[in-house]
């Protein structure tokens, strides 16, 4: 139990009401962020975020309540607010609530660091990001450039009327650096050293991201791109770098088989699936060289977990295999009202959000070919690393996507660059596509802290571990 | 809740005038205070899915000492020992780190103190009340939606004696109904006072439209086609050309989607007038930093580029005043034109009408080229009448065509669109939109 903790609860147990089923998730958060642009230090933040989201289930009903007054008080106004939504939603109610699973099972989790922030002093990350920002300054026609360090920390308790009490710890890192260059009415921006992306863990983590490194590649390549011609306009081959297949798992996979969007709670924002409830167990997703697991044990990566906020103890599955799809992405509440099986994916992005179907880890398992491999594999096609466009229909069905680097290939060997790099496809016959998978040579570990979805609206984080893939025929191009 | 958010303001004045009276001489204290007081009920099948209520309440601070600044925020508990006790403990934290950061060539905050409170009245319904409605108006509907409401607070405070207050009650009703498949209404209702009739209407319109839907789709080939972009279509093109493209620092350091227009003299049609009219938004006037916004900010006029968005940094980077809190516009104002409502079909003759887009995002940023989805009611109209639903498509076209060179008309009437976003807070972005008519529009998929 972490400090303080305890009394908050003693106190919501003083005024809970007499109801079925209660539970308190207890959510403490510390974001400091340091941030060089042009060599100007931007003020240094300090966020902090602690609250209470209480739950109730009881005679068919089912309500929530969040405060960030955590006191007596609060939490007695919480649990009046969350009783007057008990009795709203008993007569409307969508869910049988009196049969949704509960958790069982009490335990922990925290992330493993083995540098802290704290053992590099403030003068010391400074500098290194005042480092960069010189590393990337090559040229005059490098307009804007820019560096950050960021940790965060959140610890999150959840405590239940069955005796239920797990405690997870929680430490993420997120470091990153860009550069741009323009000349006349032509800009581009790369990035790198994990920019857009993070891992849990300590500053061990930025050597995976090659932070601090690559900095002048970084700006080397941002300028290359501004004279580089455009993407050609084709039907080729496409070998996607990690940092795009982190985008396109996510997207065309992931949000299809969340299952609250097969549930149709999503349609009126994030949307719906092409995937239904009939096609688990027998639809082919893609080629036999697909295989997709939920996996909350990778331990860099960001979505690792012991328990979901619904507090199911989260296990490794395959969800795609072989190419055919087997289970979808759905916490104990979507499983009991589809009557399939799931993962425990339920989450919620702060205290004052209740938990719904998010992707988590999302990964593509490594295949056998090295990227040297897949590389000369290819007669003609493109080379494309960071995603840095993404728009796909409600559905998860059609697709367009734009990377930030593309490099020709041809006669299985690589060529020069290419700018605006974008491909566009279809969701259900992309993956059959899929030709080649790298190996673990390739297999790199990404994600991305900013999957949107829900009403009220949530940010989280999601994981997503993949090696290069090669796709056939698909229809790519280039800007203007 | 009039009388809840006095008693915020003057919780807040409180809290404020303690950290700033322990201040010690040459530091600076800005403090600001956001207060959300909302319900959440999100809908599905015309049930409820989940209800709850959210009441959070932070506070930041900025300390400013010997040319430098550093900040910070925390929770509220609205317990003043306890609060203070805190933000002190945190206020130590950034005195102790204000030494060990270098000057910052552009720190910018009021020098010049401008007190304001706003109040906005509470007219709001009972939620549950206006909710038991929506449904029984509903029945036999596959409705799927949210309901957000209640009060929102700003408060800003700093050790020079300014103090500014702004508070507003509002909801925002947000929802589809379904035919089949994802052939859909959307609709939303949202405002600070409620009536009745108001949601009667729109649900009926909606049954309407929903017959429609139920005829075969019309299967577009990709290629260009006529188009009626509703001002909600609009508002999703403006939300990413608004990603950058009215701030000055991106237009300084070449980032702007309307690069074009900076460095090439590219011009959108003659008839384009867009600007940041802060005054008609829902946003408070004053910023972060203690400046009030000016009336407005004229962006685009007659189609070419004038004025742009700059906050307290890049006003003190690039010597300009500030006119903004955030560079992206917050209250976008696009002037409309002489195209009627009623006439809008009769004018698109025959093409697409497009209720909605969806997930937008930029193919080519430097000519700003946007692709993105149609979404729920789209209608293939012929000879001015709606026949047939739309499957989706997907669209890849240039601003500079579709507020450009292919723009035909604007419509006469405004829609006033309040942002249904709620990322940690609820949205107080809002804007006044018109329709486009648009040749050529092009669909590649």
């Known amino acids: 139990m972490f400090a303080d903790w305890q009394s908050i609860i003693d106190d919501f147990k003083a005024v809970v009401p007499r109801v079925d089923f209660w539970s308190l998730r207890l959510v403490q958060d510390e974001t400091e962020t340091l941030h060089v642009r042009d060599d100007v230090l931007q003020p240094p933040s300090l966020v902090q975020s602690r609250g209470a989201h209480i739950s109730f289930i009881d005679r068919g009903g089912m309500a929530y309540a969040a405060t960030s007054a955590l006191n007596r008080e609060g939490l007695r106004t919480a649990c009046e607010r969350a009783l007057d939504w008990l009795a709203f939603s008993r007569r409307h109610a969508l869910i049988a609530a009196d049969s949704m699973p509960r958790p069982g099972y009490s335990g922990s989790y925290a992330t493993a660091v083995h540098i802290p922030w704290e053992a590099w002093s403030l003068e010391d990350k400074l500098g290194r990001l005042q480092d960069i920002n010189r590393e990337l300054n090559i040229d005059k026609a490098i307009v804007d450039r820019q560096a950050q360090l960021s940790r965060r920390r959140s610890q999150v308790t959840l405590v239940t009327s069955d005796a239920v009490s797990i405690d997870q710890q929680f430490h993420y890192l997120f470091p990153g650096y860009a550069a741009v260059a323009n000349r006349g009415a032509q800009t581009q921006m790369r990035s790198g050293g994990g920019w857009g992306s993070a891992r849990q863990g300590g500053l061990e983590q930025l050597d995976g991201f090659a932070f601090p490194d690559s900095a002048r590649q970084v700006a080397e390549q941002a300028l290359a791109l501004v004279e580089a011609p455009e993407c050609p306009s084709a039907t080729a081959d496409v070998l996607l770098m990690p940092s795009q297949m982190m985008l396109q798992i996510h997207e065309s996979i992931g949000h299809p088989l969340e299952l609250d969007r097969i549930l149709g709670d999503e349609r009126n924002y994030a949307g719906t699936s092409f995937v239904s409830l009939d096609m688990f167990g027998s639809y082919r997703y893609g080629s036999e060289l697909l295989n997709v697991t939920f996996d909350p044990g990778i331990t860099q990566e960001m979505a690792s977990y012991a328990f979901d906020d619904e507090g199911t103890p989260a296990e490794h599955r395959y969800l795609i295999r072989d190419g055919l799809l087997e289970r979808p992405l759905g916490g104990v509440v979507s499983q009991s009202r589809a009557g399939t099986a799931g993962v425990a994916n339920a989450r919620a992005s702060d205290w004052n959000r209740p938990a719904i179907d998010r992707m988590a880890n999302l990964n593509l398992e490594p295949g056998t070919n090295s990227l040297d491999e897949l590389i000369a594999s290819l007669e003609y096609g493109v080379l494309m690393d960071t995603n840095r466009s993404w728009s796909i229909d409600d559905s998860r069905n059609k697709f367009q996507f734009g990377c930030e680097l593309g490099q020709l290939i041809e006669n299985g060997e690589l060529k020069g660059l290419v700018r605006n790099p974008n491909y566009r496809g279809i969701s259900a016959t992309f993956w059959r596509n899929l030709t080649a998978v790298g190996d673990a040579g390739s297999f790199e570990v990404w994600g991305t802290p900013y999957c949107g979805k829900g009403e009220p609206n949530q940010m989280v984080q999601v994981g997503h571990a993949s090696p290069a893939c090669v796709f056939r025929d698909v229809e790519i191009f280039g800007g203007v | ?445």
């Open chain 2, 1 to 445: 809740m009039v009388k809840r958010s006095c008693n915020v303001q003057a919780y807040f004045k409180d809290l404020s005038e303690k950290l700033c009276a322990g201040l010690p001489q040459g530091e600076v204290l800005l403090l600001n205070y956001q207060g959300e007081d909302s319900d959440f009920v999100r809908l599905n099948s015309n049930k409820v899915r989940q209800a709850g209520h959210v009441r959070q309440q932070t506070l930041h601070l900025d300390l400013i000492g010997n040319g430098r600044e550093t900040s910070a925020s925390l929770p509220l508990s609205a317990q003043l020992d306890n609060d203070m006790v805190r933000a002190q403990r945190l206020l130590g934290r950034l005195r102790e780190q204000l030494p060990l950061l270098p000057e910052d060539p552009h720190l910018n905050f009021a020098g010049e103190v401008h007190n304001s409170s706003h109040h906005g009245d509470n007219r709001l319904p009972a939620a549950n009340e206006a909710l038991e409605q929506l449904i029984s108006v509903a029945r036999g509907l596959d409705l799927v939606g949210v309901w957000a409401g209640g009060e929102m607070s700003h408060g800003f405070a700093n050790s020079l004696g300014q103090f500014n207050w702004h508070s507003a009650c509002s909801f925002n009703l947000d929802w589809s109904i379904y035919r089949e498949g994802d052939k859909a209404v959307k609709q939303n209702y949202a405002g600070f006072t409620w009536d009745s009739d108001n949601l009667v209407q729109k649900i009926a319109q909606a049954r309407n439209t929903l017959k429609l839907l139920g005829r075969k789709p019309r299967i577009l080939e990709p290629g260009q086609y006529r188009v009626f972009l509703t001002p909600s279509a609009l508002y999703e093109l403006m939300q990413m050309v608004s990603w950058g493209g009215f701030g000055l620092k991106s237009h300084r350091t070449a980032q702007t989607p309307l690069l074009g227009m900076v460095r090439e003299g590219a011009t959108l049609h003659k008839d384009i007038n867009i600007s940041e009219h802060h005054s008609d938004g829902l946003t408070p006037r004053f910023t972060r930093a203690g400046f009030i916004k000016p009336h407005s900010v004229e962006l685009i006029k007659n189609g070419a580029y004038r004025e742009c968005l700059a906050n307290r940094r890049s006003a003190r980077e690039f010597d300009t005043a500030v006119n903004c809190g955030s560079e992206q516009p917050q209250s976008l104002h696009i002037a409309g034109g002489d195209l009627q409502q009623n006439d809008v079909y009769t004018a698109l003759d025959t093409g697409l009408y497009i209720s909605n887009l969806w997930y937008c995002n930029f193919s080519d940023r430097n000519h700003c080229r946007i692709t993105g989805m149609t979404r729920f009611a789209c209608l293939w109209v012929e000879q001015g009448e709606p026949v047939a639903p739309v499957n989706v498509m997907r669209f890849d076209e240039s601003i500079y065509h579709i507020l450009g060179d292919q723009l035909d008309a604007l419509t006469r009437e405004h829609e006033h669109i309040l942002d249904t976003a709620s990322y940690g807070w609820r949205s107080d972005a809002s804007a006044r939109l018109p329709g486009a008519l648009v040749n050529d529009f092009t669909f590649t998929l």
